[in-house]
Nanobody, 124 residues
């Protein structure tokens, strides 16, 4: 059974930074493409970023491009989301997800495994 556990969320002022981590256990981490999604109250879950199994290819939502960076360390079974220049509209629960295939997918239904989420709150 694959398990994903996120950490690193919290409260930060606008313009600040946070780094989210997601540790994956249960199967060979390096075989998965990984994604980050977020869901704000009353809104649908939306794509944030994704990374291929090798880490060579990355994909970003337009709303975070240039501010967020996704990366992974296959030796540590961990994927990261570095979030800089945070805005109040980035406030949401952030989820990491894994899929057994290529990384250029942005819909939640295309991912096989999910973490429990970590809250990010950006104050103005």
């Amino acid at each position: 059974q694959v398990q994903l556990v996120e950490s690193g969320g919290g409260l930060v002022q606008a313009g600040g930074s946070l780094r989210l981590s997601c540790v994956v256990s249960g199967r060979t981490f390096s075989s998965y493409s990984m994604g980050w999604f977020r869901q704000a109250p009353g809104k649908e879950r939306e794509f944030v970023a994704a990374i291929s199994w090798s880490g060579v290819r990355t994909y970003y939502a337009d709303s975070v491009k240039g501010r967020f960076t996704i990366s992974r360390d296959n030796a540590k079974n961990t994927v990261y989301l570095q979030m800089n220049s945070l805005k109040p509209e980035d406030t949401a629960v952030y989820y990491c997800a894994a899929r057994d295939g290529s990384a250029d997918y942005t819909l939640p239904r295309e991912y096989d495994y999910w973490g429990q989420g970590t809250q990010v709150t950006v104050s103005s």
